[in-house]
Structure formats: structure tokens, C-alpha cells
């Protein structure tokens, strides 16, 4: 009998650790929301979207099962979860790099407690008894317009978080559309309080010559796409479109991403990604969705060739200790930083997460004394082909 005890508790034990792990690296493919925290909303023409949100200490406010229904469509899930993941700071002077995200965090305390003014006609959510998220319908314009005969309006749905984190302010916003574009947003507002006097490094803001030193900030959205039914079976593909020798045709290309990479975008090259099903289609095309860069002109590679800041776009295989795209806790056994997370691993009919950096270099100006104008940065999620014709 002892013997065979011996042989039965190594065995459980491994049980045991690969449940711990599997649990650690697994999540469901459609977790339940906690009460109060699904956000559901019907804009004008009829379309949809639902959601549900959680308030975390580090990445603040975290979007999780996002689904989108046109009017008259089959409701659809987008993403199994979307945060800001990482905002990376790097000053001109050479001061040492700060990870605002996991040093500072922009949940917790450092939420900015929303007035109701400042959600007025919405409805705001709440955290630990602070008002945290406004979720508001506004207006959008025009959805479309053709002539003078064809035009459509419609409306946004909005939400909106807001931290302060020491002198600087950040507003985070996720806008959602009615034709199933997903717009996030940043907002950097504040004061500034890194002076200096030496010209090469700040801008003179005081009749002493005493001025802000300027910085880049790097912010990086980590985006699990969940498309369809299913989790596990979605693929990464590049579009290219190619000048030929006499610069008067473009031939289009699509590589599908195999293995996990990092891609760096390029304006005269006409590159995009999108992250397409590996079953369901429109009836006549796979539905997906397009990542189109906005505000490119202050992408940066950095001073001090940091390996997470070489490229723009960074597709990996989904693994739920990968959080942050910089300062991972490497005791859990996950990597450092984003640029080791691309280890080659196959991402083809997977579930794949698109981390996307957009960099923005502040050089403070006297309009910046004493409070910072509002400076946002953002992209767009496109539905391409989710719909077999315009569903609005």
C-alpha cells in the first residue's frame, strides 16, 4: 500500500500543477460578467453594442467580451479583451524610463473620481464607491452621405475614464460606432513640472528661460481578438500595396502571419493588418476587422535602442501572464517586455493578441503654463467585410 501512495501523490501533484497552470494561461472563452458591470447600448439606426467592463488597479479600466450587432444583423463577439496596457515615458534629458501603467498604475486611487457634470445625459459607473467610467451617447454626424438626397446621422456610444497620476492627467476614451468601428483614445492633459534651463532639452516657458523638458510617451493597447463563435481560430494577415517600376500601378498582397511577429507600419509602403475568422463569413467574405493607424508623425524608435520600441504592431499567441507590453513581472515566468513575447510560436487559426504602440512626443509650449491643452492620441478598428453590404 505504501508503495503504491507513492506512486499515486507524484501524480497528483502534477495534476495539480498542470490545473494551476492550465488556469493561469486559459481563460473561458466567455466569462461571466459580474453583476453591474455589463454595459449594453442601442444607438439610433438600431445597432448595437455590448460589454462588460472591470476596474484594475494598474491598467484602470479594462473592456472585456465586446459585441457588436448591426441593425437587423446577428450580434457578433469582437474582442475578448482590450486595455491600455503599458504608457512608457522616456524624457529628452536621458532621466531614467517610467512605466506609468505597472510604477504608478491608473486604477486605484489614481482614478479621478467623474462628476456628474461631466457625464451629463449618461449614466456614470462606479468602483470601490467612486464614480470611475461614464458610459454617454453622442452624436456622430454623418453616418453617410451621397448627393443631396441620401444622407444618415446617428450616434456614438462613449465611454470614458479619467487618472492622475502625479502632475500629469490621463483620459482614457472608447469610442463605438454605429457601422462597428472601435475607436480608442488617449488624452493627455496636467501640468508640467520637469524644468530645466538648458535649450537642447526644454522649451523656455519663463521670462528666466526656465522651461518644460519634453518627452515621449509610448502607449501601447493590448487587444485579445475573439472573433466569432469561437476563440481559437483567428488569423493575422498584412495587405500590402505595391508601387510598380513606373510608380503608376499598386498590386495588392496578403501574407498571413504564421508565427508570432513584430511589424513596423509604413505610410509610403500602404501597409495594414487585419485579424480575420477562420470560419464565419458574411456569406460571401470572412468577416475581420482592420487596424488603421492614426497620428503616426510622432512615432518614435526611441534614444537608447530599446528592443520593445522597434516596431509598431506586435502579434502573439495569447498567454495570460503577457499583461504589459514593458515591466512584466518576470518571476511569474512570463518575459520582460513585448519584443521577447514574439518567440515564434504559431499563431495561424489561434488566439491572437495585437498590441499596438502609439508614441507621442510632448515638447511643452507656453500655452502649456500653467495647465496642459488636452493632447489626444488614438487609432481605429475598422469592420472589414463583417457585414456583406452596408448594414446602416
Known amino acids: 500500500m505504501t508503495s503504491v501512495i507513492k506512486k499515486i501523490l507524484p501524480f497528483a501533484a502534477i495534476m495539480l500543477l498542470l490545473s494551476f497552470f492550465g488556469t493561469a494561461q486559459a481563460r ?39 459585441r457588436y450587432q448591426g441593425p437587423g444583423q446577428v450580434q457578433r463577439r469582437v474582442l475578448g479583451e482590450m486595455s491600455l496596457s503599458q504608457i512608457a515615458r522616456n524624457y529628452d534629458d536621458g532621466s531614467a524610463a517610467e512605466y506609468l501603467v505597472t510604477d504608478q498604475g491608473l ?17 456614470l459607473h462606479y468602483a470601490s464607491g467612486k464614480a470611475v467610467l461614464c458610459e454617454i451617447q453622442k452624436d456622430a454626424g454623418f453616418i453617410y452621405k451621397y448627393g443631396t438626397s441620401v444622407a444618415r446621422t446617428g450616434k456614438v456610444l462613449e465611454l470614458m475614464s479619467a487618472s492622475q497620476l502625479g502632475s500629469y492627467s490621463y483620459t482614457v476614451q472608447w469610442i463605438f460606432h454605429e457601422n462597428g468601428t472601435i475607436e480608442p483614445k488617449v488624452g493627455l492633459s496636467g501640468t508640467v513640472t520637469k ?7 526644454a522649451w ?38 505595391t508601387l510598380d517600376v513606373t510608380r503608376t500601378l ?9 508565427n508570432e511577429t513584430a511589424r513596423v507600419f509604413s ?13 464565419e463569413t458574411n456569406g460571401v467574405s470572412p468577416i475581420s476587422y482592420e487596424l488603421v493607424m492614426l497620428n503616426y508623425d510622432h512615432q518614435s524608435k526611441g534614444a537608447n535602442n530599446e528592443a520593445w520600441l522597434q516596431s509598431d504592431v506586435y ?68 469592420p472589414r467585410d463583417w457585414h456583406a453590404q452596408n448594414p446602416l
Open 267 to 279: 505610410p509610403e509602403s500602404k501597409r495594414f493588418w487585419r485579424i480575420r475568422d477562420g470560419s
Open 204 to 241: 523656455p516657458m519663463q521670462q528666466d528661460g526656465l522651461g518644460g523638458v519634453g518627452f515621449v510617451d509610448n502607449y501601447y493597447w493590448r487587444m485579445d481578438f475573439d472573433l466569432g463563435t469561437s476563440a481559437w481560430n483567428d488569423v493575422a494577415e498584412q495587405i500590402t500595396s
Open 195 to 201: 524644468t530645466s534651463y538648458d535649450p537642447n532639452f
Open 107 to 123: 486604477g486605484g486611487n489614481n482614478f479621478i473620481a467623474l462628476q456628474s457634470s461631466e457625464c451629463s445625459g449618461g449614466e
Open 28 to 66: 473561458p472563452s466567455t466569462p461571466a460578467c459580474p453583476t453591474g458591470q455589463t454595459i449594453q447600448s442601442t444607438l439610433d439606426t438600431g445597432a448595437s453594442w455590448s460589454m462588460c467592463w472591470e476596474a484594475r488597479d494598474q491598467e484602470g479600466v479594462v473592456l472585456s467580451d465586446i
Open 315 to 382: 502579434f502573439t499567441s495569447y498567454n495570460a501572464c503577457e499583461r504589459f507590453a514593458v515591466d512584466n513581472d518576470t518571476s511569474s515566468g512570463c518575459a520582460w517586455d513585448i519584443s521577447q513575447f514574439t518567440n515564434s510560436q504559431g499563431i495561424n487559426s489561434n488566439d491572437i493578441v495585437v498590441w499596438n504602440r502609439l508614441s507621442y512626443h510632448h515638447l511643452p509650449r507656453d500655452e502649456d503654463d500653467n495647465v496642459i491643452g488636452m493632447r489626444w492620441n488614438g487609432f481605429k478598428l475598422l
Open 250 to 258: 499598386r498590386s495588392k498582397s496578403i501574407e498571413t502571419l504564421s
